[in-house]
């Protein structure tokens, strides 16, 4: 059925036809609480699949290593003058391939091997590419790492000043991926001045809420902004740097030719579309409303007896502690999963469970925003929480089979573009 949407592929691969069409309705009928996804726009997914992706485009507008140029260099320019203009910035590189990527480059820009870098732990919230052991950033680079007080889940400025102090790291990553919390980013441009360090923003989670004012914007604090594209900021799967001037030409030298060859431009024009959805005012209200959605659903959940990392929530992420229920995350995921509710197991911050098999589960608000799911929703939403963490529990498949019909039910009101209407 809606296979029928992409008729040449049906045609020529029936297989891998059905495996699309099939992760369609899986993203139609199911609750998607991933707080790193999202649902991009129809504008956005038509850019993202367009010719652009035929074409050869090493180097930069105006300074290409390959002809042909005419159109690729007005697509590129025109995502930098956006992203610029969007995010306050002096530069914008819309290059990187992921965020990942991205992150690496800023460590080619900027440090050598065996230089000692800063960031938060993985398991306090932090990202593998912040410098944690399992990461190429810290198995070349001496990362030491901070984190958060253990009584209030809040990150302890004092802390990471001491430690930044005491060794003065080349970089200073600020940023994560398990953070409920604003991050102060004019606390940690002080601390970076005070111990000599380049400041590092990651905001790949949380660029779609400081585009639309939801969350205080390191632009001006710091001396890289590092972003994906596709997480709150909902465009196809990329990633931005941004920078004061001064540090423009290292920065690009690092992703090309430093890191990468040819861009992905199909990639390039669906972030230019993202940056332009972006900078309407229709997007200043998604961003509020996923904060809105977010503490509704935090309170929501307090109500029902979950303990939540720092207590609740001021952005997108909510991290559920449930070291003191009979259920670690991944069964709870696990559980959630069966029930048409799609999250996350997590490390909850000094847990005492192993990182494979941790006690936290990682829920956000901005897919089922996208949605247009809105505040009066969430206490249902906490409500088939609570019962799909019960049913893992007492192992109640029925109990699980039913919310996940109720999902559906009411999921099947809210279309999102791409996905079959019934
Ligand atoms: C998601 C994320 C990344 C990595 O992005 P990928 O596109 O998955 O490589 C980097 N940093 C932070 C803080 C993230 O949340």
Known sequence: MSASRHPALLSTDPELASFVAA???LQAQTLRLIPSENYVSAAVLEASGTVLQNKYSEGYPGRRYYEGQQNIDRV????IERAK????????????YSGSPANLAVYLAFAKPGDTVMGMALPMGGHLT??????????????????VQADTG???YDAVRELALAERPKLIFCGGTALPRTIDFAAFASIAEEAGSILVADVAHIAGLIAGGAHPSPAGHVDVISTTTHKTLRGPRGAMLMCREEHAKAIDKAVFPGLQGGPHNQTTAGIAVALHEAAQPSFTAYAHAVV??????????????????????????ILIDLT???????????????AGIVVNYNTVPFDP???FDPSGVRIGTPSLTSRGLGVAHMPQVADWIARSVDAAAKGDEPALAAVRAEVADLMAAFPAPGLPLS
Not at 76 to 79: G, I
Not at 131 to 146: C, D, E, K, L, N
Not at 324 to 338: E, N
């Open 23 to 25: 992760e369609e309705v």
């Open 76 to 79: 590129e320019a025109l995502a």
């Open 85 to 96: 203009g969007l995010f306050g910035v002096d530069h914008a590189n819309v290059q990187p």
């Open 130 to 147: 912040h410098g944690w052991g399992v990461s190429a950033t810290g198995s070349w680079f001496r990362g030491v790492q901070y984190g």
């Open 154 to 156: 809040l990150i302890d």
């Open 292 to 317: 809105a959605n977010a503490k509704a659903l935090a309170a929501a959940l307090l109500e029902r007896g979950f303990d939540l990392v720092s207590g609740g929530t001021d952005n997108h992420l």
């Open 324 to 338: 003191g229920k009979d259920v670690p995350g991944k069964v709870a995921a696990k559980a959630l999963d069966r």
């Open 353 to 355: 469970r192993k990182p």
